[in-house]
Every structure is written in structure tokens, then in C-alpha cells.
């Protein structure tokens, strides 16, 4: 007799319920279908020992930190090797029968091939910059992914990706607020190289598995790589404009629904900043400074509502109450009593929720 889950013999039960009602099956036949399926009992004896071998596995760690220093330096590399494989094995003979505890294991043989590297270089004395010691970490890690087909694996690459671009200063989070005019040649764009392959190999490892966190993550960073050297190269007005645009392209011609989420996402974010005039720098903008602005708000606010009747309703409905807040926080809410201030305010997004229900209800129809 096959065991599920309480929850899921729940979720089973309703479902059945659901199709005596419809008249799809009788009251008889649920009973039969329900007697094929048991709880699954927790076993006392599988949670004792996965407590006993988590206790003993910190009594060890904690007997190596203490006594450290006093083993043998070739020791030491023998122990973190041997962990690491340890944990390779483990994934292999726990993923067979239990996918959550192999995938737990194999960021388990990540942490230590991170760890050990730190370590090692450590040792021998041998200085290793950050952004050193992080790309052979990602490097492992991406590997891994790819071999192991693990979303787990894609996600700790991303964000070590995320710390690897920040400390070669690939990526500046900045540079679309404080820098007004191109500062570097269009030809230097890709510099640095390594940046701009370590992108390719992370939609490389993404192909292979297809996983929905790992893609938006991925879009996330390349959307701040691409603004930081589109800021240095054609300045941070420029650059908003050409996101909030591509944005707006992503989410039309897309016909995958994570890429129109991002598109959306893109054209919101960077069509919202793009309302206040101090993102307007540079000659070419000081006579439109204060006009621009509003025209871009008005754009944006129509795609949004564009995108609400096409069925983005979530989206587009937060975008809008972000728009109308910008405005009446930045002209109205100044002049107004606080009281009657937080009171439009509240209703603003009271209204907005509601309606988000209404147009999600009426879209569904």
C-alpha cells in the first residue's frame, strides 16, 4: 500500500469529495480510492538518527576547529578533500531515495570546496584576492550545476555571481544615479571580458536545467551588468531610456510568461525612476527637464493599463499605485495635514487592492 503525506491525502480527500458532488464518481468508489492510499507514519527511529549523525557531525567539526592548528598541513588537505568527496557520495546514495537530503549534500560538497579553498590558500600562506577566491568558487559551483542538473546549485551561483560582479566593480548599482555623461568609450563596454562570460555560463548552466528562480535571477544580473557599462558608456539617462524601452519590448513579444514578468518588471522599475526630473541630466535634456517626465509618467501608466486588460493585472495594478503614490507624495502630501495625508494614502492602495481582486475576478471570466 502506497504512503503520502498527510497534506497531500488531505488535498486527496478534497479532490475526491469534489467529484462525488459532481456526480463523477459514487460515495462507494471514493471509499475504494482512499483505502488504497496511507499516511505516512513518522518514524521515531529515521528522526533519531538523523539527530545522532547531525550531533556527531558537529562533535567532529568541533574537535577539528579546536585542535586545528595542531594537525599536519597535509593532514588538513587530506580531511577537506576527504569531506568534500564524502559529501559527493552522500548526494549520490541519498539522492536515489530522497531528493531534498542528495540536493542538501550537494550544497554541503559546495560550502566545503569553498571553505577549503579559503583554508588551503590560508596554510601555505599564499594570498588569494576576493574575486580570486570567488571565481574558482563559481566555477565549481556552476560545474556542478550543470553535471547534477541541481536548481539549488544555480542558486548559490548567482549569488556569488552577485558578490564577484560587485568586487570587480562589473557592476556598480550607482552608476545609473551618479553618473550624468558617458565616461568611457562605446568600445569598452564588455571590459571586463570575464564579467560578461561569467553571464554566459550561468544562462549556460540555467539551459540545462530551466529552472523559474535561477532565470529571474540570472535576468537580474544581467540587467545590472548591462546598466552599469551602458551608464559608463552612453550615461545614465541613456541607459533608463533603453531599459524601461527593452522592458517594454520583453513584455509585448515575449511569448513566455517569466520574461514578460521581467519585461514588466523593467519598464516599471526603470520607468518609475525615470519620473523624477534629476534622472533627466546632460544638454541634450536641460530644456525638457520638466516636461519629460511627465510625458514618460503618462506612457508608462497607459502600458501598465495596457498590460492589466491583457492579463498582468498583479503587475501592472502595483505600478500604477506606484505612479499615483510618487505624485501625490511629491506635490500633494507636503501641503496637506498629516491626518488627511496617511487617510488618501491608505485609500490609495484600499482602492488598489480592491481593485486588483475585481480585475483578476473580471480578466478570469
Aim: charged letters at 15%; aromatic letters at 14%.
Amino acid at each position: 500500500m502506497p504512503e503520502i503525506r498527510k497534506k497531500e491525502m488531505d488535498f486527496l480527500g478534497g479532490e475526491i469529495a469534489g467529484w462525488v458532488e459532481e456526480g463523477i464518481i459514487s460515495g462507494e468508489q471514493a471509499t475504494e480510492i482512499l483505502s488504497l492510499y496511507e499516511i505516512k507514519a513518522r518514524n521515531l527511529r529515521v528522526i533519531m538518527l538523523i539527530a545522532g549523525g547531525i550531533l556527531l557531525g558537529l562533535g567532529a567539526v568541533s574537535f577539528l576547529l579546536a585542535n586545528w592548528h595542531t594537525i599536519d598541513k597535509d593532514l588538513r588537505v587530506i580531511i577537506i578533500v576527504g569531506a568534500y568527496i564524502a559529501s559527493l557520495a552522500a548526494y549520490i546514495f541519498a539522492g536515489r531515495s530522497s531528493t531534498k537530503t542528495g540536493k542538501a549534500f550537494l550544497l554541503l560538497s559546495s560550502g566545503i570546496f569553498g571553505g577549503g579553498i579559503y583554508l588551503i590558500t590560508r596554510m601555505y600562506d599564499y594570498k588569494i584576492a576576493l574575486a580570486e577566491f570567488l571565481g574558482w568558487w563559481i566555477a565549481e559551483v556552476i560545474i556542478t550545476s550543470i553535471v547534477a542538473r541541481d536548481e539549488w546549485q544555480l542558486y548559490l551561483a548567482g549569488a556569488l555571481s552577485l558578490v564577484w560582479l560587485n568586487e570587480t566593480e562589473a557592476v556598480n548599482p550607482f552608476a545609473l544615479y551618479f553618473v550624468r555623461t558617458a565616461r568611457v568609450p562605446v568600445s569598452e563596454f564588455f571590459a571586463p571580458m570575464s564579467a560578461f562570460a561569467l553571464m554566459i555560463a550561468l544562462w549556460g548552466a540555467w539551459f540545462v536545467g530551466k529552472d523559474r528562480i535561477a532565470f529571474m535571477m540570472n535576468m537580474l544580473l544581467t540587467v545590472l551588468l548591462l546598466a552599469s557599462r551602458m551608464s559608463l558608456c552612453f550615461g545614465g539617462t541613456w541607459t533608463l531610456i533603453i531599459l524601461a524601452a527593452s522592458g517594454g519590448a520583453i513584455s509585448f513579444m515575449s511569448k513566455w510568461q517569466d520574461a514578460e514578468t521581467m519585461g514588466l518588471l523593467m519598464l516599471g522599475v526603470f520607468g518609475l525612476l525615470l519620473t523624477w526630473p534629476e534622472f533627466w541630466r546632460g544638454a541634450e535634456f536641460s530644456d525638457v527637464r520638466n516636461v519629460f517626465p511627465v510625458v514618460n509618467a503618462v506612457i508608462v501608466a497607459g502600458l501598465m493599463l495596457l498590460n492589466i486588460w491583457r492579463g498582468h493585472s498583479g503587475i501592472g495594478i502595483t505600478f500604477c499605485a506606484l505612479l499615483a503614490s510618487r505624485y501625490f507624495f511629491d506635490h500633494l502630501f507636503g501641503y496637506l495635514p498629516k491626518a488627511l495625508g496617511f487617510t488618501l494614502t491608505g485609500i490609495i492602495f484600499v482602492v488598489a487592492g480592491l481593485s486588483f481582486g475585481k480585475v483578476r475576478k473580471f480578466l478570469e471570466r
